[in-house]
T-cell receptor, first 109, second 114 residues
Framework: GQNIDQPTEMTATEGAIVQINCTYQ??????LFWYQQHAGEAPTFLSY??LDGLEEKGRFSSFLSRSKGYSYLLLKELQMKDSASYLC??????????WGAGTKLIIKP | IAGITQAPTSQILAAGRRMTLRCTQD?????MYWYRQDLGLGLRLIHY???????GKGEVPDGYSVSRANTDDFPLTLASAVPSQTSVYFC?????????????FGPGTRLTVL
């Protein structure tokens, strides 16, 4: 079977750095996605990892370790607009996305 | 502006009624998807279509049907709505076959079945 775990909620301070973890178990792996979803809005694509290592995109970075079934999203220089839910999604052997329940990130001034 | 549109934005429906949620994309993407999103749960795939003329069942297909007559449109029909189908429904599309095959989402339809 397949399973994705991420923390339900995290709180961080404006200007700080936060790491959102995602662990997964799967029989087939074809990449891992991170999406951002503001309340009442659609998910929007942030990053994609298929090989081990770190992918950096401005203030956001995503890391993958396939052997450990682990990924994280790193957000630097946090801004109030980063308050949102962050969704981890695994692309399985059928090339369908299996989604985690999301991590709600609260940014405090 | 290119993207995905969904209609209606929200709807309150009596149980037992038939309802079609509309989804249109203008990105010429091959693949389209319907998800439902419920509090505390991840997005769950209802049905998908890899290309016009073909459809497939996702994780939670019961009570829903889809059609894909052309590239742009992918309507989702609830034949006889039940309260457990109260949810936010997102349509998505992807190029399919691309390196990342990123899915892009429409704004969603909030459906309440009473």
């Amino acid at each position: 079977g397949q399973n994705i775990d991420q923390p339900t909620e995290m709180t961080a301070t404006e200007g700080a750095i936060v790491q959102i973890n995602c662990t997964y178990q799967t029989s087939g792996f074809n990449g891992l996605f991170w999406y951002q979803q503001h309340a009442g809005e659609a998910p929007t694509f942030l990053s994609y990892n298929v090989l081990d290592g770190l992918e950096e995109k401005g203030r956001f970075s995503s890391f993958l370790s396939r052997s450990k079934g682990y990924s994280y999203l790193l957000l630097k220089e946090l801004q109030m607009k980063d308050s949102a839910s962050y969704l981890c999604a695994l692309r399985d052997s059928n090339y369908q996305l299996i989604w985690g329940a999301g991590t709600k990130l609260i940014i405090k001034p | 502006i290119a993207g995905i549109t969904q209609a209606p934005t929200s709807q309150i429906l009596a149980a037992g009624r038939r309802m079609t949620l509309r989804c249109t994309q203008d990105m010429r993407h091959n693949a389209m998807y319907w998800y439902r999103q419920d509090l505390g749960l991840g997005l769950r795939l209802i049905h998908y279509s890899n290309t016009a003329g073909t459809t497939g069942k996702g994780e939670v297909p019961d009570g829903y049907s889809v059609s894909r007559a052309n590239t742009d449109d992918f309507p989702l029909t609830l034949a006889s709505a039940v309260p457990s189908q109260t949810s936010v429904y997102f349509c998505a599309s992807s190029e399919a076959g691309g390196a990342t095959d990123t899915q892009y989402f429409g704004p969603g339809t909030r459906l309440t079945v009473l």
